[in-house]
């Protein structure tokens, strides 16, 4: 039995999530090889060749993987199945759009943004917005998974796995990259950060976002978030949408701002391990899930707060 | 061109589902269900298309119980043609969706594809990407706009780092993001004009596909529960229980 994980990277740097995939790859057991496919991501193979528990890493190397569209990716992991137990990847926006893909090609169930692994067959997975937890049991010949990189803990990295070429499958020449559009920020990455601090629609304004969340985030080193509310409202831009359909996030503190705490938005936060949570309705729902809850006007103490910490 | 839509009957996005005390399922008795919202936000942007010229007819599909016949006659009213509702009694799963789907497509030659990206109950994510490999087709998933450019479909894609823009052969499959466009609610007249269009009713088993459930659900269980904690009264009071009491500062 082995396992291929997908590696999750940007032709430069091989994203944190992969080393929780690895983790999670590790409780199904079985070796476990690693496919960077990029264009001149040579220093991710690299980074990925370090990835502890890691037998060898593939890479496999050509503009059509640049951008990691679903239709090539689909074809290179599709024609390298053969002798792998389990395929996995993790369910950032990558990995949601070109598993499915596989799992098609292959005539599996894909089994969807897993949080748990029971054993080499069974997994725990999220349902209704994370109101149920279902326990799976997959009875297919390979079991295509997408990780939620949050549940699990990143492996070490002080491994030293050979690097392979692999040759490339198909272009089906169906799909072209034509531009993108990439948020710059010098904060920590949303997903992976130890402090998120989120703003809802009470801020009003993406200048309100700036004046009174962004002070505060600095001082603690935090990476930014909002609600769908805010995201919606031009507020902050979508990828900072943080709930069942935006990015899940378990940072050590999460501080809710002016967000009322709706389930779809729980979905996306409630496995932090502090939460923090300031509104002006004592009745808000998403005092119910705060460890600390802080009732009153958030213009008034988001400044407060920057000058005590 | 022709445009499908595929749209799926779910628990209502406000329900807080509860699960079953036996832990074999959630409970939906006497829940209200409604319209996937991703999948009202496909139908808004194919009718859309349809108000812009780019499209001419718009078909409805759903797969799911006799009573998905609802959802399919709100997508009517909302102002799409036709409607095909194929029963089942039984779950099917994504790949048994994408696979009868396929079929259809087969069927009705459409040259687009625009369907939810998440369906809210189970939250998988992976119809539509299923339904373009069976098709061989290209898919532009978690779409924030879709512009017909000559002969390619030009597809904005909100992805982990901002968004993402390719050009798409036709035909292709679309899955819908929150951010594409707001859905309308159907006015009455068109409630009533919705209940005279045409609805085709077949089942599974007329297309001869596979629909076996290849995951077997063990349990189902709540997740670990959060107890609500404590108010703080000041800002002061917050951060000394952030460094002292948490050790997160
Ligand atoms: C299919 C679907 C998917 C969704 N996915 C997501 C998702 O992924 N993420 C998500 O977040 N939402 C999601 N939603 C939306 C969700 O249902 C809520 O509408 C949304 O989370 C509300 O955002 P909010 O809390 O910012 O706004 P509101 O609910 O309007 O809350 C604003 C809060 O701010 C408080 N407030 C107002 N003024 C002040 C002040 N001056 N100081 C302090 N507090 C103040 C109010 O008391 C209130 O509690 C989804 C909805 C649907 C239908
Ligand atoms: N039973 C169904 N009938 C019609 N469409 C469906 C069905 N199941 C899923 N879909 C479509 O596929 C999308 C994604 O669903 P899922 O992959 O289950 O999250 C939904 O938003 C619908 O557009």
């Known amino acids: 039995m082995a396992i291929l994980v997908i590696a999750d990277h940007d032709n430069n740097e091989l994203n944190d999530a992969t080393l929780k995939v690895v983790a999670a790859a590790q409780k199904m057991g079985g070796d476990i090889d690693v496919l960077v496919a990029g264009e001149g991501a040579s220093g991710v193979a690299e980074a990925a060749s370090k990835i502890n528990g890691v037998r060898k890493v593939l890479h496999a190397d050509d503009a059509n993987y640049a951008k990691r569209l679903a239709e090539p990716m689909g074809e290179l992991i599709t024609g390298m199945a053969d002798g792998y137990s389990h395929i996995v990847a993790s369910s950032g926006t990558d990995g949601k759009n070109f598993m499915p893909r596989v799992a098609a090609k292959l005539d599996v169930m894909q089994i969807s943004v897993i949080t748990g692994v029971e054993s080499e067959d069974t997994f725990v997975r999220p349902i209704y917005a994370g109101n149920a937890m279902a326990t799976v049991q997959s009875s297919d010949a390979t079991k295509v998974i997408t990780v939620q990189p949050t549940a699990f803990d990143a492996v070490a990295t002080d491994g030293s796995a050979s690097v392979e070429t692999v040759g490339n499958g198909a272009f089906p020449g169906i799909s072209e990259f034509v531009a993108e559009e990439l948020t710059k920020s010098d ?9 998120v601090i989120s703003g809802g629609r009470a801020l009003g304004s993406n200048e309100a976002f700036e004046q009174y969340i962004y002070p505060v985030a600095d001082k603690l080193n935090a990476a930014i978030g909002a609600s769908r509310a805010a995201v919606d409202a031009g507020y902050m831009p979508n990828d900072y949408q943080v709930g069942q359909t935006g990015k899940v996030v378990a940072p050590e503190l999460y501080i809710a701002v002016g967000i009322s705490g709706a389930i779809q938005h ?8 502090v939460i923090v949570a300031i509104n002006k309705d004592e009745e808000a729902p ?16 988001m400044p407060e707060l920057e000058k005590a910490l | 061109m022709k445009v499908l839509v595929p749209v799926k009957r779910v ?17 939906l008795a006497n829940v209200k269900m409604s319209m996937n919202p991703f999948d009202e936000i496909a139908v808004e942007e194919a009718v859309r298309l349809k108000e812009a010229g780019t499209a001419e007819e718009i078909v409805v599909v759903s797969i799911g119980p006799e009573k998905a016949q609802d959802q399919i006659r709100q997508a009517l009213a909302m102002g799409a043609d036709r409607g095909i509702l194929v029963t089942s009694d039984d779950d099917v799963e994504s790949l048994g969706v994408a696979k009868v789907l396929q079929k259809i497509v087969e069927e009705e030659s459409p040259e687009l594809v625009i369907m939810g990206k998440q369906a809210i109950d189970d939250d998988r994510n992976q119809t539509g990407q299923m ?27 909100e992805i982990d780092g901002g968004l993402q823009t390719v050009a798409l052969n036709l ?37 001869g596909v596979d629909i076996a459930p290849r995951l077997k659900k063990l349990k189902v269980t709540e997740p670990p529960k959060r107890e609500a904690g404590i108010k703080v009264e000041s800002v002061a009071e917050l951060v000394a229980k952030l460094k002292n009491e948490a050790g997160v500062l």
């Open chain 2, 11 to 27: 628990v209502d996005y406000n329900v807080k589902v509860r699960v079953k005390s036996d832990n074999t399922d959630v409970d």
């Open chain 1, 187 to 195: 904060r920590p990455e949303l997903a992976g950060a130890k402090i």
């Open chain 1, 286 to 301: 998403i005092f119910q899930v705060a460890d600390y809850g802080l009732v009153g006007d958030l213009f008034d103490l």
């Open chain 1, 266 to 273: 729980l979905a996306g936060m409630k496995d932090s391990k």
């Open chain 2, 131 to 157: 339904l373009a490999a069976l098709l061989g087709w290209p898919q532009g998933t978690f779409a924030s706009e879709v512009k017909k450019d000559g002969d390619k479909l030009h597809v904005t894609r």
């Open chain 2, 171 to 207: 035909p292709a499959v679309v899955t819908t993001d929150l951010r594409l466009n707001e859905p309308r609610y159907a006015s009455l007249p068109n409630i009533m004009k919705a209940k005279k269009k045409p609805l085709d009713k077949k089942t599974a088993a007329d297309f």
